[in-house]
Every structure is written in C-alpha cells, then in structure tokens.
C-alpha cells in the first residue's frame, strides 16, 4: 500500500510525457519500429547505425550497400513483459535469423532479474554482434568461447558524448561471473562439449569468454594469437591443435586471473571515423499503427496454438483498410497460418492491387496455392508451373530477395519433382543473401552433397556444428559430416539446444 502511494506521488511529480507514437527509422542496415518520440527513435538507430560503422572500422572490414530484404529489423518494444509474451519467460531480448528480415526484440527498458541488471541496449548490441559474424565471416567456424565472448566484449560498447566509440567495457551485467572464482579454466572452456557444461559454466562461457577475447585483442601482451588460433581451426585443426599457438595453457589462466584484476584498456574510435548517412524516420500511417500488435507477433512467427486467435485480430485491424498494402498483406500470412487459403488469395490480390512491387504478397500468395496443391496430392506440372510463375513474379521484383529463390528451390521437393540445376543455383545464391540462416545453410550444402560436392558442403556446415545455438541444426550438420568422412552418425543425445542469445 505505501509503494503504491509513492509511486503515485511521483507520477505526480514528474513531468507529462510528450505523445508517442509508433515510428518506422530506415538506415543502411537496420529498420526500427519504435512507440516513441521521432527524435528519440533517430537517436536509437543513429546509434545502431553508428556501432555497426564502429564494428566495421575496428576491424576493417567493408562496407557494401544492403538491400533492405537484408537489413535487421528491430522492434522496440515498450518493456520486459511485452517480450517474454513473446518469448516465454527468462529472455530479457531475442533475435531470429531470417533469410529476409531478420528480427530483434528488445526492451525500451530491461531491468533487474534476478542476480543480473541487464541493459536493453546491451541485449540489442549483443544480438547484432552475432548478425554481423554470421554475415561478415559466413564460412568461418567459430568455437563457443569466442562467439559468445566476441559477442559480450562488442555489446558493451561505450557511446560517448563527443561522438566516439569505444570496445572493450567490463560486461557489467557479468561482472560477478568475471571477477569471482574461476567457473569455467582455460581447458574447459577452450575444449569442453557445450552439453557437458552445467548451467553456472554456460553462464562462465560468457563471462570468462568475454575476458579472453579482451585480453588477446586489447592486452598488448600476445597479439597475433587469437588469429593464429582461429585460422588453425579453419584449416582443420583439432580445438587441442589449434590451442597450441598460445603455450602453456596454465600459465594463460593465471595470466587471465591477475589481468581481470587490473585495469582494463578500452579501444576509442573518433568520431570522425563513424559517420554514417542520415537516418530517415517516419510515422506509420493508420493502417500500419493499426496492425502493428498483429505486425510484431507476425514478426516472431505464429504458432499453431494461436494462429487463429492472431488471424482474427488481423481481420479486424484490416477490415478498415482494404486498399492498404501492408494491412491486406499481414492479414495474408495470417490467412495461411490459419489456413484458410482463399482468404490469402483475396488479400494477397487486394496487396498487389496496392503495391505491384510487394514481394512478399506474390510469395504469400504462391506458399497458400503450394499448400492446397500438397493437400490434394496434386503433382501436376499445370500446377506447378502456375505457382512458380508466381515466384518467378517475386525474384524478378526483387532479385535480392532470398526468399523467392528459396520458395524456387522448395516447390521441387513439395511437388515431388527433382530439383532443376536452376533451382540448385537459386538456392546457393539465397545462401550468398542470407549465411545467418541455418535452415538455408543446411539445405545448402545437402544440394552440395548430392552434387558430390562433398568439400564444399563441409565449409558450409562446419560452422553450424560449432555454433553454440546450433540445436537441431547442428546435429544434422555433424551427421551430414560424419557421413562425408566415412564415420557413424553421433549419438543423439535428445537434446536440441537452446535458441538464446
């Protein structure tokens, strides 16, 4: 009762905020829905935009125009709860691969839970480190270690008022697991199964993770390392092989000990290193604000259990709006994931009848018509020739778009038809486009497989088998593996993995 009395008063106290309302920010790789101010969403993916030009400048790398099918998605959402609705509890921010927008979910504001005060910016700038590896380095097989400790040591990157950025700021939400006793030692972090890890060493990963990559990229002491050990990796090299670049493994743990212990160096770029274009930010129109609720669980993928509670708020929001492209086409793809195929025909139509640029809606449209073809066991080239006319409507639209090119290459399989070598190279482009997606990957380098392309399937795979997110994936690209070299399938242990971050 006092609690809530105090907090009364202080919304007393404090001043009105100013309405909000949602708002779309565009920039060169990332597109930001956000319930907020206009200049407040600028300023957030002002600072996206700016840390990605950070990553790229701390390393070198370029920086090559994207196609807006290729940019992140992030939905900005108002806090915690709203994204464990759609996550499920004990995710404070998720983000899913997506051969065409991939998402991130994040709090405004995230918190304390528990023993850890998350950032919401650092939950963001975590998951997009990952984004940008898969994307950056799409054939490189990272060890758990350093993707999640490469993640947390860009995560904490430090806007300063002058403009510059700096890597290299202690994980604060981590700081018990870095500084406290020794979870995770040097062997078993660098060698262990990440199923043979309890859930305090898993949480070390990170932390202990983090600490590693620090000091072998900012200790000064043994730089060339870490390359070193990454490249023996690439090349085949057992994680034991590898791991020989840096001596005597007893001698880097005690070093590690005194070195989280000290003061830490941070990296600072200058401002004027880190410009970037203009951001643009615009108000949704009536129709988006009204299917923004649908357009974010639309987002995150329907499950069946709540498909037709989904599709019916999607009716709706869009009845209003029967010439709005975005509405007619969210109320598509709930139509499909309700199945009730006619009705995504007659929206799909009346988005394409809005935008005859949508390629979504031509996709939408031939995922429904492919389905009721599968249901009644039609095999027919009529049909199928109809449906990937459409597709083809799609890809010529926009050509780098993975998703039709992915549609392209699946028609074959759920029509029981062989592949076509179009189809093949179709599919290998759409892994060009999107390396981030396992499903893409795996499909990739079975199509390689069946090629008797055996080398090259493995490039494609054995990032896969070492991605500490893996799951599933990851024990179907060890199988695919172990049958390229000759060797019995791994024990299916029934575990799949987790999906965090």
């Not at 699946?410 to 060009?432: C, D, I, M, N, W």
């Amino acid at each position: 009762m006092i609690l809530r009395c105090l907090t009364a008063l202080l919304l007393l106290l404090l001043p009105v905020a100013a309405h909000a309302e949602w708002m779309r920010a565009t920039s060169q790789h990332f597109v930001v829905y956000s319930n907020d101010r206009p200049e407040a969403v600028r300023a957030y993916a002002t600072n996206l935009e700016r840390y990605d030009k950070a990553m790229r400048t701390f390393r070198n790398l370029p920086d090559p125009p994207v196609p807006l099918s290729a940019r992140v998605t992030v939905y900005v959402l108002d806090n915690i709860a709203d994204v464990q609705r759609l996550s499920g509890p004990n995710v404070w921010g998720f983000y899913i691969p997506r051969p065409a927008e991939s998402v991130a979910f994040v709090p405004k504001r995230a918190g304390s839970q528990g023993y850890v005060n998350f950032d919401a910016q650092v939950i963001l700038l975590h998951e997009y480190a990952h984004h940008f590896m898969y994307v950056n380095a799409p054939n490189a097989s990272f060890p758990a270690w350093f993707t999640e400790g490469w993640a947390e040591f860009n995560s904490t990157a430090r806007f300063d008022p002058d403009g510059s950025i700096a890597f290299g700021e202690p994980p604060r939400a981590r700081a018990n697991m870095v500084l406290k006793g020794n979870a995770l030692p040097i062997r078993k972090l660098l060698f262990a199964p990440r199923d043979s890890l309890s859930g305090e060493e898993w949480l070390g990963m990170y932390a202990r993770g983090w600490l590693l990559v620090h000091y072998l990229t900012l200790g000064g002491k043994r730089d060339g390392q870490l390359t070193a050990y990454l490249i023996a990796l690439n090349q085949g090299k057992s994680p034991e092989e590898a791991a020989k670049v840096f001596g005597d493994l007893d001698a880097l743990d005690r070093e590690l000990g005194r070195y989280k212990l000290g003061t830490l160096r941070v990296a600072e770029l200058n401002p004027a290193a880190l410009a970037i274009e203009p951001v643009a930010v615009e108000p949704l129109n009536a129709a988006e604000a009204a299917m923004m609720d649908v357009r974010v669980r639309v987002a995150r993928g329907v499950r069946d259990k709540d498909a037709a509670g989904v599709y019916a708020d999607a009716q709706r929001a869009a009845a209003s709006y029967p010439n709005d492209p975005v509405a007619q086409l969210l109320l598509a793809e709930t139509a499909l994931s309700a199945k009730d195929y006619a009705a995504v025909d007659a929206a799909a139509d009346r988005a394409v009848a809005a935008d005859p640029k949508s390629v979504e809606a031509y996709l939408v449209k031939a995922r429904a018509k492919m389905a009721v073809a599968v249901a009644a066991g039609d095999q027919s080239k009529e049909s199928w020739n109809a449906i990937r006319r459409l597709i083809g409507i799609a890809n010529r639209t926009d050509p780098d778009d993975p998703e039709p090119l992915i549609a392209y290459f699946e028609s074959y399989a759920l029509a029981r038809q062989p592949p076509t070598p179009v189809s093949r190279q179709g599919l290998y482009k759409a892994f060009e486009l999107a390396p981030q997606v396992p499903f893409v990957r795996l499909k990739a380098a079975e199509s390689y497989l069946f090629e008797g392309k055996p080398e090259a399937a493995r490039t494609l795979l054995l990032p896969l088998v070492n991605s500490p997110h893996g799951g599933a994936y990851a024990k179907q690209a060890a199988a695919l593996i172990a049958r390229i070299d000759g060797k019995p399938a791994p024990a299916d242990d029934g575990k799949t993995g987790d999906g965090g971050d």
